[in-house]
């Protein structure tokens, strides 16, 4: 079955840090560029980071450059993002995501995990 | 950044009826650059159209898209029950993507 399940979640204090997983399986990991997307409690969907099949380039959004790092590990079909200095607003579930594109990212996402929460409170 | 509206926040109705959601732009949406997703309660997000028009693999044709610089819709053409969800535009044109607050289909 083709999938991706994400893992790692859970209760963080502000100023924490949480590593995030995401197993693929299914499909060939190591051909796919890879996102990282999350969604805060009643908000919208918001992309934050990019990572290619060969990790170059990597890509983040304002709001969690120099604070998030996305990384894979192909042999281990895992794509991985480690939160740092997490804050209140980065409470939200945690989508990793395939790019639609081939040869070149097409900047959607055409499978999605089912996501894991990461609360960050005191 | 381009924000994206979608309309109406919530649409009740029926199964067998027709769906139409508004997705608005801020700004014109280069190359019809516009993609159309389903989330239902604790499951991924699927991708339903890309490229404002086009069917994702293995998508009823029940579900269509259309539009261009800053107005886009999704139709369903004939509600099946699997289809009351959570329906987000994503515009992936300009840098930063983003997307639209959403349209619950409920039912009525």
């Known amino acids: 079955e083709v999938q991706l399940v994400e893992s790692g979640g859970g209760l963080v204090q502000p100023g924490g840090s949480l590593r995030l997983s995401c197993a693929a399986s299914g499909f060939t990991f190591s051909y796919s560029d890879m996102h990282w997307l999350r969604q805060a409690p009643g908000k919208g969907l918001e992309w934050v980071s990019y990572?290619?099949?060969?990790?170059?380039?990597?890509y983040y959004a304002d709001s969690v450059k120099g604070r998030f790092t996305i990384s894979r590990d192909n042999a281990k079909n895992s794509l991985y993002l480690q939160m740092n200095s997490l804050r209140a607003e980065d409470t939200a579930v945690y989508y990793c995501?395939?790019?639609?594109?081939?040869?070149?990212?097409?900047?959607?996402?055409?499978?999605w995990g089912r996501g894991t929460l990461v609360t960050v409170s005191s | 950044e381009i924000v994206l509206t979608q309309s109406p926040g919530t649409l009740s109705l029926s199964p067998g009826e027709r769906a139409t959601l508004s997705c608005r732009a801020s700004?014109?949406?280069?190359?019809?650059?516009l993609a159309w997703y389903q989330q239902k309660p604790g499951q991924a997000p699927r991708l339903l159209i890309y490229?404002?028009?086009s069917g994702a693999t293995g998508i009823p044709d029940r579900f269509s898209g259309s539009g261009s610089g800053t107005h886009f819709t999704l139709t369903i053409s004939r509600l099946e029950p699997e289809d009351f969800a959570v329906y987000y535009c994503q515009q992936y044109g300009s840098s930063p993507l983003t997307f639209g607050g959403g349209t619950k289909v409920e039912i009525k």
């Open positions: 990572i290619t099949y060969s990790s170059s380039p990597i």
């Open positions: 995501a395939t790019d639609a594109g081939g040869n070149r990212p097409y900047w959607y996402f055409d499978l």
């Open positions: 700004q014109s949406v280069s190359g019809t650059y």
């Open positions: 490229g404002a028009s």
